[in-house]
């Protein structure tokens, strides 16, 4: 039996989805775990069902998450409950420092606690989720790979897979 984690993300000019690349990436290299990587376009809100872990990333578009992610999640309330105990994480793009990304991924964090998920945080840096001004970089990319790998141990950690 494996952990699947889903990675979704809303990327209009492709920094976002650069990050959620990376995430995709840093899941990846634990063992067990398989990753499904899926912009917000090709998603359904059913998808989260299947996951044991859940990463989402979205754009900062005035302080908060950008509208096609929020939609999504917005229709998942009719699985309110159903997402209890998986794990989750967020990230963000901004175009500026100061521009709204960490109140973006607290917006996203806020959801997944609603839903009763368990969010993995990172003690070190980037306490809440990935945030990258503009296009990331290689620190960015790097960090991006770390929240992957988090959310993948945890998630297989709690389905008692070693």
Do not use: W
Request: with cysteine; net charge neutral.
């Amino acid at each position: 039996m494996s952990v699947k984690i889903l990675i979704l993300y809303f990327s209009r000019t492709g920094n976002t989805e650069k990050m959620a690349k990376a995430v995709a990436e840093g899941a990846k290299e634990i063992e067990g775990v398989d990753v499904v990587l899926k912009s917000i376009r090709e998603a359904r809100p059913q998808d989260l069902l299947e996951a044991d872990g859940i990463i989402i990333g979205s754009p900062t578009y005035y302080g908060t998450i950008a509208g096609p992610l929020k939609k999504f999640l917005d229709e998942t309330v009719k699985y309110h409950g159903s997402l209890e105990g998986k794990v989750g994480g967020a990230f963000s793009s901004c175009g500026a420092m100061g521009g709204g990304a960490e109140t973006t991924v607290l917006d996203i964090i806020k959801v997944m606690l609603i839903h009763g998920m368990i969010v993995q945080g990172n003690p070190e840096e980037h306490h809440f989720g990935v945030i990258s001004i503009g296009s990331p970089d290689k620190e960015i990319l790097e960090a991006c790979k770390e929240l992957g790998r988090r959310v993948a141990r945890l998630a297989k950690q709690l389905k008692g897979e070693k």
